[in-house]
């Protein structure tokens, strides 16, 4: 087992919580344009359930897997809501492609994210457009993909060169009308603004990349 890889994890989780409890209001706000207003919240909850889950498992000497299943499954009992079953989807989807016994490679971590985005379609039904989290997800999955070919020795280096790719397809969900979910009704109210999801997606993504 690694253990340092399970200590990553903790550290990572810990600031998934972090830039979740400082962006909540605004995900709240984005949520209550063209949604029910709860994305802060939900996540929020989700994320410090995770933290809680991440502590423990890496107390026990797990390994990185375990640790990532585990606490993708407090995410999606605690948070309710769409966003929280999908990020439970996606933490357990990236800690089974990684497993305890070997310290991820970046190689191995692109293939896990991808994994990650191809689970959410799976559990979630929405495709890339539809102005979901799965329209900054593919995209982070796809640049992170090639940004491991050309650093396959620095998880840090790919991911951070997969972060502005990230925000900028964020952003762009803006653009899109929303095909899926709690904001499908609301179709012009949600146009000029991003879907939250997306939002919080590369949040995350930026706030993991600090701590890589
Ligand atoms: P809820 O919609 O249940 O209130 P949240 O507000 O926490 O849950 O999350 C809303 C976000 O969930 C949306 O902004 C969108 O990114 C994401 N989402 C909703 N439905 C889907 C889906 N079918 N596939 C992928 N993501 C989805
Ligand atoms: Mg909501
Ligand atoms: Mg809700």
Redesign the pocket.
């Given at each position: 087992v690694s253990r340092e890889a399970a200590a990553k994890a903790v550290v990572v989780i810990e600031a998934i919580g972090a830039v979740i409890d400082a962006n909540a209001d605004e995900l709240g706000r984005l949520?209550s344009i063209a949604?029910?207003?709860?994305?802060g919240i939900?996540m929020q909850r989700g994320a410090q359930a995770a933290v809680v889950e991440a502590r423990r498992v890496a107390a026990a000497e797990a390994g990185v897997g375990t640790l990532l299943g585990l606490s993708g499954a407090a995410w999606a009992d605690r948070a309710g809501?769409t966003s929280g079953a999908l990020w439970g989807e996606i933490l357990t989807t990236i800690g089974a492609r990684l497993g305890d016994a070997e310290p991820p490679t970046a190689a191995a971590l692109a293939e896990a994210v991808t994994q990650s985005a191809a689970a959410v379609t799976r559990y979630g039904g929405a495709k890339v457009g539809d102005k979901t989290l799965l329209d900054a997800l593919v995209p982070f999955a796809e640049a992170l993909t090639l940004a491991a070919a050309s650093s396959p020795d620095s998880i840090r280096d790919a991911w951070a060169a997969s972060v502005a790719p990230a925000e900028a397809a964020a952003s762009a969900t803006a653009d899109l009308l929303p095909k899926v979910g709690?904001a499908r009704p609301h179709l012009e109210k949600s146009l000029g603004t991003p879907d939250p999801g997306a939002v919080s997606m590369a949040l995350i993504i930026s706030a993991v990349a600090n701590t890589l």
């Open positions: 949520d949604g029910d207003g709860d994305h939900g809501g709690r």
